[in-house]
């Protein structure tokens, strides 16, 4: 690993863990790269709020995206084990446990996924033989690559970036799905939970990063993770519109 990280103090409240100055400084950074980037405004959700993205788009980006929502503990997992103090690892493992509904099955995420695709007309019978596109493949190498191989804190800033946007985008993509009468308010499960809880993820992912972004050499670290996360996850979703589109 490559320097030493901060350790984490489990069971703070998100109010807290974005109240110190550190904090303020590393959610302010990385929403400047979110407008550098623009990933609320990319192709696939410019044409998804204004209509040009069909439903049958939709579902296609949808099904593929499942299968970064299948995977993405699995970096998460990884990531535990480049921590030598167990209450870091815990700040992780608890996102993991979450991820996993809390030890219950119909809760995982990608149960909850599964369930959103089946409501919006996907045949879910068919997902676990669907071929995955290489966006998609793409996209989670980055992660694992981030997880398992960078430096610690480009890893834990990634997946934090990752887990920040994604409040917004679940939002995003949960207005656009009634706004079109493709699903009821009531029916949107997965995206309305993770409009919710997804930026205490963030926070949580933060705060084991919260010292290093005082050092100079680690706050690169930091900042090129927040900047790799943004940007493969806009390219993600920019890819799978344009592939989609051509079908």
């Not at 669907?130 to 694992?144: T, Y």
């Not at 834990?156 to 009821?184: D, P, Q, T």
């Not at 290093?212 to 050499?217: G, I, L």
Request: glycine share 6%; charged share 25%; net charge negative.
């Amino acid at each position: 690993m490559g320097a030493t990280l901060n350790t984490a103090v489990a069971g703070k409240s998100t109010l807290q863990k974005f109240s110190g100055s550190t904090m303020k400084q590393i959610q302010q950074y990385c929403d400047e790269i979110i407008e550098r980037e623009g990933i609320y405004h990319n192709s696939y959700f410019e044409n998804l709020r204004n209509g040009n993205m069909s439903l049958a788009e939709f579902r296609k980006t949808q099904e593929q995206f499942y299968f970064a929502v299948l995977f993405f503990a699995r970096p998460m997992t990884a990531l535990i084990a480049r921590f030598p103090h167990p209450k870091t690892r815990l700040t992780i493992l608890e996102n993991v446990v979450e991820e996993h509904g809390g030890f219950k099955e119909n809760a995982f995420h990608e149960s909850t996924f599964r369930e959103f695709l089946d409501k919006v007309g996907s045949d879910v019978e068919e997902l676990d033989s669907c071929v995955l596109w290489p966006e998609i493949r793409a996209f989670n190498s980055v992660l694992s690559t981030a997880c398992i191989f960078d430096e610690a804190q480009v890893g834990v800033a990634c997946m934090g970036a990752i887990e920040y946007a994604f409040a917004e985008i679940s939002a995003i993509i949960g207005r656009s799905v009634v706004k079109h009468n493709w699903l009821s308010e009531n029916e949107l499960c997965h995206y309305k939970l993770h409009s919710k809880i997804d930026r205490r993820h963030a926070a949580e992912f933060f705060e084991i990063i919260d010292e290093d972004w005082n050092d100079s050499a680690k706050r690169y670290l930091v900042q090129q993770g927040i900047e790799m996360g943004i940007y493969c996850f806009s390219r993600l979703y920019r890819d799978l519109y344009e592939r989609a589109s051509a079908l």
